[in-house]
């Protein structure tokens, strides 16, 4: 299975003078062509002693502070992140031929924003939070769906949800991110921003072989 890319390049004179505002020109364009979920994403994070594990996770604000993300404190990812408070990111915008990589380290975000994004949550998604204890085995679905209405009963439609204690969101601070464009023969167009205090914007790019 091959696929020629034939996309225009990315060139550093069309670079936005840093990351986040490139980062939005790409993410609007994804969404403009139709893109499934374009704030979906890949979540790389590691253990103490440097096994991996990945899982596509849902953007859900993005701006100079860094990529944000909500999940169980206790899931795998946030244990993992607990001893190891580093991160990968991967936008695979595969329809453009577009990749975004953002690595950096993690920290999390305050319990009032994740109270304000939690608010915004439908119902459902609110008492879920609270019924799966993420990563965690399971008897099995029906253990899911007893906790569940049980929750449904305690909290009907309507009624406030409070903000799980173990529930929250984490920040990626970038301090590279790299755009990736597919081009004709394999020679992609790879640049990335690498923070630099002393560069203009606190920024500087550099092209990287394909």
């Not at 607990?82 to 975004?100: D, S």
Request: proline share 8%; glycine share 10%; with cysteine.
């Amino acid at each position: 299975m091959r696929k020629h890319y034939t996309h225009e390049g990315l060139v550093e004179e069309q670079l936005a003078p840093e990351p986040i505002g490139q980062f939005t020109r790409w993410f609007h364009e994804a969404d403009d062509a139709g893109v499934v979920e374009p704030n979906a994403m890949v979540l790389s994070t590691a253990d103490a002693e440097g096994r991996p594990s990945s899982r596509t996770v849902l953007l859900k604000g993005y701006d100079a502070r860094g990529f944000v993300f909500f999940t169980n404190y206790g899931s795998r990812k946030g244990s993992e992140l607990a001893a190891n408070p580093h991160a990968a990111l991967l936008f695979p915008w595969i329809a453009l031929a577009r990749q975004v990589i953002v690595q950096g380290p993690v920290e999390k975000v305050g319990r009032d924003e994740t109270a304000a994004y939690f608010r915004t949550r439908p119902h459902g998604s609110q008492l879920g939070a609270w019924a799966s204890e993420q990563s965690s085995p399971v008897s099995g679905r029906e253990v899911l769906e007893q906790r569940y209405a049980e929750l449904e009963r305690r909290y009907p439609e309507g009624e406030g949800v409070p903000v799980p204690p173990f529930w929250g969101g984490y920040r990626v601070v970038p301090e590279s991110v790299e755009f990736w464009q597919g081009r004709e023969n394999r020679l992609h167009d790879r640049l990335r921003y690498l923070a630099d205090p002393a560069a203009p914007a606190g920024w500087r790019v550099e092209r990287l072989c394909p």
